[in-house]
């Protein structure tokens, strides 16, 4: 039980931490440092829960309602937890679809409190595991499917550059719970999500550290990593707006951005399959292709761009041209 109370402890620390680092970080978009902080608060609610649960499991049965309340919001609470974390990253636009199986799973709980279909706590306060306690299971692990295919879908906006992390911290997570449930008195869970959540932070912030904020391309810190460690023959293209500088005297510099974006917006769409696409200055774009590739397939890509940027120009009545090396 001492170890237990430790584990909860350090479960309910390490959020506040996180907390308090989120609030402070004058970096991350509002959506992001909401979709955190609610998380933690979530995962500190169901691990004081759970203890709670420990605690009054076999206590007087006078504490019997107190019991089947904190169970219940444990295990209403938990599958909500990777949704909310994953409209951090991702807005959800289609919020029914998400959170209509949350709906049933927590009228599923609720009947579980007349019928014990879930879980029923009997005449001596013990709690139980019902029948279809396997359902909770399922909700979960959809729960969580959703926030690892929403974070795969972000990342591979910024060019799949940390994946193998996100298999590592699955794989994490997977593994305190399977424990869990192999040994119910080891209690890990939330603790592991707690870890969890602090990791999901640091790949988070590893991954904004390499971009450029206007135009959502690798940053040129990224570029001059990549370009000292490269270790083979590569294709290094170069891109520079023309008359850029024109654009900005004559029409501002909110169109001086959207010329911007629009470019960066068709290397990346023209170039991301075969290369890393980096924004290396103010009007200078830069793609690195190391992998195989000969230059016919350089000499096409680049024709796709140019018919990228003059397919823009009539789209919108603009005469934006890019040169490329």
Avoid at 236 to 247: A, R
């Amino acid at each position: 039980m001492k170890s237990y109370i430790s584990t909860v402890i350090i479960t309910q620390l390490s959020l506040l931490n996180l907390i308090v680092f989120v609030t402070k970080n004058k970096v991350l978009p509002k959506r992001v440092k909401t979709g955190i902080i609610t998380a933690s608060a979530l995962i500190m609610v169901c691990a004081f829960a759970e203890f709670s649960g420990v605690l009054l499991d076999g206590a007087a049965t006078i504490l019997k309602p107190l019991h089947i309340v904190v169970k219940y919001i444990e295990l209403c609470v938990a599958p909500i937890i990777p949704l909310v974390f994953s409209s951090a990253f991702y807005p959800m636009k289609s919020k029914e679809m998400i959170f209509l199986p949350l709906i049933i799973h927590i009228a599923f709980e609720t009947l579980s409190l007349f019928l014990g279909i879930i879980f029923y706590i009997d005449d001596k306060n013990v709690y139980h595991h019902g029948e279809l306690y396997w359902l909770y299971y399922l909700f979960v692990f959809l729960s969580v499917m959703c926030l690892f295919f929403t974070v795969a879908k972000f990342e591979a906006q910024f060019q799949n550059q940390n994946r193998s992390s996100l298999f590592i911290l699955w794989a994490f997570l997977t593994v305190g719970v399977v424990f869990q449930n192999i040994d119910n008195d080891a209690k890990i869970v939330w603790l592991t999500m707690a870890i969890g959540m602090i990791l999901f932070y640091i790949y988070y912030c590893n991954m904004i550290y390499k971009l450029d904020a206007l135009t959502e391309l690798l940053n040129r810190r990224a570029y001059e990593v990549h370009i000292s460690s490269l270790k083979r023959k590569a294709y290094i293209i170069l891109f520079d707006v023309n008359n850029f500088k024109s654009i900005n005297d004559t029409f501002g510099h909110n169109s001086g951005d959207m010329c911007l974006k629009s470019v960066a917006s068709a290397i990346r769409k023209v170039y991301r399959k075969s290369g890393l696409c980096y924004r290396v200055g103010g009007d200078e774009f830069c793609v690195i292709i190391d992998r195989k590739a000969d230059f016919c397939k350089i000499e096409d890509l680049n024709a796709k761009f140019k018919n990228q940027i003059s397919k823009h120009n009539n789209d919108i009545g603009t005469a934006t041209s890019v040169a490329i090396g």
